[in-house]
């Protein structure tokens, strides 16, 4: 088992920046690819950026690319999304992720936070 604990979101206004933690505990945390997701009221859970386990590999969806980025600290058992030049399309409830594969972190995790809301003001 895996347990993830998001923390960071908040209120921000548009432009701003805002970076979200997730720690997670239970497993070798370097042996997993971490991603987060995003899920806005009436809408379906989308894809937005994951890593590798050694943090080589960085990927992100084009709604975000440019705009946010993705880090580990596989000392901290942590990984990080930095994001700046936020929008109020940008508001929704951010989930971390973490799964073995590479491949199914970014479409089907076996674990998953809880969750931590960012609001984006215009």
């Known amino acids: 088992q895996v347990q993830l604990v998001e923390s960071g979101g908040k209120l921000v206004q548009a432009g701003g920046s805002l970076r979200l933690s997730c720690a997670a505990s239970?497993?070798?945390?370097?042996?997993?690819?971490m991603g987060w997701f995003r899920q806005a009221p009436g809408k379906r859970r989308e894809f937005v950026a994951a890593i590798s386990g050694n943090g080589r590999l960085p990927v992100y969806a084009d709604s975000v690319k440019g705009r946010f980025t993705i880090s580990r600290d596989n000392v901290k058992n942590t990984v990080y999304l930095q994001m700046n030049s936020l929008k109020p399309d940008d508001t929704a409830i951010y989930y971390c992720?973490?799964?073995?594969?590479?491949?199914?972190?970014?479409?089907?995790?076996?674990?998953w936070g809880r969750g931590t809301q960012v609001t984006v003001s215009s």
């Open positions: 992720a973490a799964d073995t594969s590479f491949v199914d972190v970014r479409s089907a995790p076996g674990y």
């Open positions: 239970g497993r070798t945390f370097s042996n997993y690819a």
